[in-house]
């Protein structure tokens, strides 16, 4: 029978992608250390993805894996939510120096149908800084129909099928799974998703290291893509909904749906930022260094770094000025609730995601 694990916040290993469409954005704009040399397009800051799945790099479980915690005990990791045996949420910088490859990924059903995968990838992803004239492709526009997206994709039309929408910094958007899409360039986005490294694309170069697909391996991927391509999602950017929690303190919800919620809290130097919470959190900071406490545990934050959260901690406090995110699957009437005693209406609260 397993143990009761003794808790106390994680820091986790990052594995670092060096794709092409990566830059030093991390570096240079976040100011992150410890990074490769070259392009850095994505750190994943807590992934149980396998192959690629998190450690604890220090503390009395360093070099413990988060899948072993997950088995030995599942409940003080993630409180009374349901989850499978690995950690249910992969977070993400993502470094869109150039455009990123338009792609998607599959929805529960089709990745269990075609995939072999327990679950797919929903996603959401918050801008952290854009250049002037940023731009994403995010879904297709009506009236789109299997045939005429093929056509477009051989031809890398794009735009004559996809929406392509403006992105500022700030602002988040919810993308269902088998959504068709791509951001990029001038792009510094953090990413919150179900855990999974499934995707299709439809470039004509290997996203790893730009290397050209033999044309009939290109037609074969954007076969795949179609059978999992959904038409029906056109998500929208939002800047999120914001709730007053103390003196200089606001808790904004910038996304929430069945997999995920992800919300951004920004406190002064008046009063601390304290945050309750039931279940795992993903704490990563957006913004100067902090000071964390939680469990007795006391230490600090650097920009565009990320400590997990046990559930059985229960509260954390982190010492002002602060700008950070709050990553964590959700009880929907949890997220709803205050929002709505805000004063913020149904339509507004629904467009955060899913199942609101």
């Given amino acids: 029978m397993a143990q009761p694990v003794s808790w106390s916040p994680l820091r986790l290993s990052t594995p670092v992608k060096q794709h092409v469409f990566g830059g030093r954005a991390l570096t240079d704009r ?20 396998d192959g690629e799945g998190a450690t604890v790099t220090e ?6 894996s988060l899948r072993e915690l997950m088995a030995e005990d599942p409940g003080g990791l993630l409180g009374d939510r349901p989850h499978g045996p690995r950690f249910p949420l992969l977070t993400k910088f993502i470094d869109g120096t150039r455009a990123l490859p338009v792609h998607l990924h599959a929805d529960d059903a089709t990745a269990r149908r075609l995939e072999g995968e327990p679950n ?25 129909d299997r045939e005429r997206l093929r056509r477009a994709l051989l031809a890398q039309d794009f735009d004559a099928v996809m929406r392509r929408l403006p ?5 988040t958007v919810y993308v269902p799974g088998g959504t068709l899409h791509s951001f990029g360039p001038g792009t510094l986005v953090y990413e919150i998703e179900q855990t999974s490294d499934i995707q299709q694309h439809a ?3 290997r996203m790893e290291d730009g290397a050209p697909l033999a044309e009939r391996e290109r037609e074969a991927n954007i076969e795949r893509l179609l059978d999992e391509w959904r038409p029906e999602p056109r998500p929208r950017f939002q800047p ?14 910038l996304c929430a749906g069945p ?23 993903v704490l990563s900071n957006a913004g100067a260094p902090v000071t964390v ?9 650097d920009r565009a770094r990320t400590l997990l959260l046990p559930a059985a901690l229960g509260e954390v406090r982190v010492s002002g000025p602060a700008d950070v995110l709050f990553g964590y699957v959700p009880d929907l009437d949890d997220v709803r609730a205050p929002l709505t005693a805000a004063g913020h209406g149904p339509a507004v609260i629904a467009a955060l995601g899913e199942g609101l």
Avoid: I, N
């Fill in 30 to 49: 976040l100011g992150r250390t410890g990074l490769p040399c070259g392009p850095v397009a994505e750190t994943w800051e807590v992934s149980d993805v």
């Fill in 59 to 64: 503390g009395p479980l360093a070099g413990r």
């Fill in 120 to 144: 797919g990838k929903t996603e959401a992803w918050h801008v952290l800084d854009a250049v002037p004239g940023a731009t994403a492709l995010v879904g297709v526009r009506p009236g789109v």
């Fill in 167 to 171: 992105v500022r910094a700030g602002q």
């Fill in 203 to 205: 470039m004509p170069w």
């Fill in 240 to 253: 999120g909904l914001s709730v007053p929690v103390d003196d200089s303190v606001v808790r904004t919800v």
């Fill in 259 to 281: 997999y995920f919620a992800l919300e951004r809290w920004t406190a002064g130097s008046t009063a601390p930022l304290a945050r309750t919470f039931a279940t795992a959190q």
């Fill in 293 to 301: 406490t939680c469990g007795g545990w006391t230490g600090r934050l």
